[in-house]
């Protein structure tokens, strides 16, 4: 009998390949009945600001989801913060975005955004990768203001707020509307699993997703419709697509350094010991 799994997606430019296994039969070849839901019922207002009341958190915590990936920063704040969960690799692709203000803008540079409040999800892969990129531009951590906000591209094109750091299909919605790319956004994405996932179980679903990587990389008109289809047709030739890499392990070395740039910045109450945190071989 198939083991069911319910998947809770994290945004559609990034996880086609979970779908695709799906499609495709790549999970039920490996005996898994997996169950997809692509967002959470709530859109953009399910996006609040405390994660630990978001849909896919809160479906996980109740046991009414096994699986969902997240951002690798928010898979270890999650499973560490919220006492459940394990991290059983690293997602299947590189996720992309940008950080965009509105065509009239005087900010032309990272630089120019020193203080001045960039519309986020609050500690998701957006939050977390404009820190990054801000700081290689030499703004100090304490110098970066972000701010949530559950509509980021209403936030930046009303003015609400002067920059927004987005993914797709923000991005293309964004440029079509004359905003302009100030720096690109590049992360990695984890995959969280309930506790009464094992290794086996596990090993099926990367098993699974590594097979529709494939699929998608020799597929790659059906991979840019697929991926971008939140786009007028017009506008997918230019999408941002994440990069194509496969679900990885997550080597112990690669974990503390995450933890280690996490507790410098406040983001963890105390560093998790990575047999805690992962499961992944």
């Not at 630990?52 to 270890?76: D, F, M, N, T």
């Not at 950080?99 to 960039?118: F, G, W, Y």
Request: charged residues 30%.
């Amino acid at each position: 009998m198939a083991r069911t799994i319910r998947l809770q997606s994290d945004s559609n430019a990034h996880d086609r390949p979970w779908r695709v296994a799906v499609e495709q039969g790549f999970f039920a070849q490996e005996g898994l009945d997996v169950i997809y839901h692509e967002d959470n019922p709530k859109g953009a207002d399910g996006r609040v600001k405390d994660f630990a009341h978001r849909w896919k958190e809160s479906q996980l915590q109740q046991g009414a989801l096994e699986v969902y990936p997240v951002c690798e920063w928010g898979a270890i704040e999650r499973v560490q913060q919220l006492g459940k969960g394990k991290i059983i690799g690293l997602d299947t692709t590189v996720r992309t975005g940008a950080i965009m203000v509105r065509k009239d803008s005087p900010v032309q540079t990272l630089a120019d955004l020193r203080n001045v409040p960039i519309a986020v999800t609050w500690h998701a892969g957006t939050f977390y990768a404009a820190i990054e990129v801000m700081e290689a531009a030499g703004v100090p951590f304490d110098e970066i203001k972000l701010e949530h906000a559950s509509d980021r591209l209403e936030a930046l094109l009303s003015g609400r707020n002067e920059a927004a750091a987005l993914m797709e299909p923000l991005v293309s919605r964004a440029v079509e509307a004359g905003c302009r790319k100030i720096a690109d956004l590049r992360w990695r994405g984890g995959i969280v699993a309930g506790e009464d996932v094992d290794e086996e179980t596990a090993g099926k679903l990367r098993r699974a997703l590594n097979r529709a990587i494939e699929w998608l990389a020799e597929n790659e008109g059906r991979s840019r419709a697929e991926l971008l289809r939140d786009l007028k047709p017009e506008l997918r030739e230019g999408g941002l697509l994440p990069e194509l890499t496969g679900v990885k392990s997550y080597q112990s070395a690669e974990f503390k350094e995450k933890v280690d740039w996490m507790m410098e910045r406040g983001f963890l109450s105390e560093a998790p010991a990575y047999e805690d945190i992962v499961r992944s071989r």
